[in-house]
């Protein structure tokens, strides 16, 4: 089964910090996603990534940044942390043209 | 450009009742469909996806969606609700089969009523 983990399930950060989270998948996926979850909102897409060190621009890219130095890893970067990213973070990775494997999530909450 | 819309935030349906959730989409090429469900403290899991091919397919758990382009939907649906069902559900549409990212609507929350 394909696998993709998140770093952590909860976490709490203050306003100004610098954020990182972190997904890896153990299925030498060539694409992986990041989403933000928000109740009413549905998934939007922050940033993706079809190959190493390669990144594209989702939906909402603003106030966010992303880091794709080996395949299996693929982190998302808040550099000065603000309440309005307070979500949850959905991972996700594919091969090309194939179905999204999903992480667990993580519950982002900034003070 | 492409876009998703779910009708209905929520759904309630009685035990052994037809669920139907409906799901309506926009898009500039012929597009991926997809049903994904999310269950409490889960990730997404997904249920079918169409991408060519036969309009009316089959997923987990019983459920089906039937991709009509004349009308750009694709329903969920599955003849009779079980407890184990409650959970969000997800449309997304995709025109590169997931290469350049899903776009989802905004999700219906299933209620089943004992």
């Known amino acids: 089964d394909v696998k993709v983990t998140q770093s952590s399930r909860y976490l709490v950060k203050r306003t100004g910090e610098k954020v990182f989270l972190e997904c890896v998948q153990d299925?030498?996926?060539?694409?992986m996603f990041w989403y933000r979850q928000d109740p009413g909102l549905g998934l939007r897409l922050i940033y993706f990534?079809?190959?190493?060190?390669?990144?594209e621009k989702g939906d909402i890219p603003e106030g966010y940044s992303v880091s794709r130095e080996k395949k299996e890893r693929f982190s998302l970067i808040l550099e000065s942390a603000s309440t309005n990213q307070t979500s949850m973070y959905l991972c996700?990775?594919?091969?090309?043209?194939?179905?999204?494997?999903f992480g667990s999530g993580t519950q982002l909450s900034v003070l | 450009a492409q876009s998703v819309t779910q009708l209905g935030s929520h759904v309630s349906v009685s035990e052994g009742a037809l669920v139907l959730l409906r799901c309506n989409y926009s898009s500039s090429v012929p597009p991926y469909l997809f049903w994904y469900v999310q269950y409490p403290n889960q990730g997404l899991q997904l249920l079918l996806k169409?991408?060519?091919?036969?309009?009316l397919v089959k997923g987990i758990n019983g459920f089906e969606a039937e991709f009509k382009k004349s009308e750009t939907s694709f329903h969920l649906t599955k003849p009779s609700a079980h407890m184990s069902d409650a959970a969000e559900y997800f449309c997304a549409v995709s025109s590169g089969g997931g290469a350049d990212g899903l776009t989802f609507g905004k999700g219906t929350h299933l209620i089943i009523q004992p």
């Open positions: 990534s079809y190959d190493v060190k390669m990144k």
């Open positions: 996700a990775s594919s091969l090309k043209g194939s179905k999204l494997f």
């Open positions: 299925m030498d996926h060539e694409n």
């Open positions: 169409y991408t060519t091919g036969a309009t």
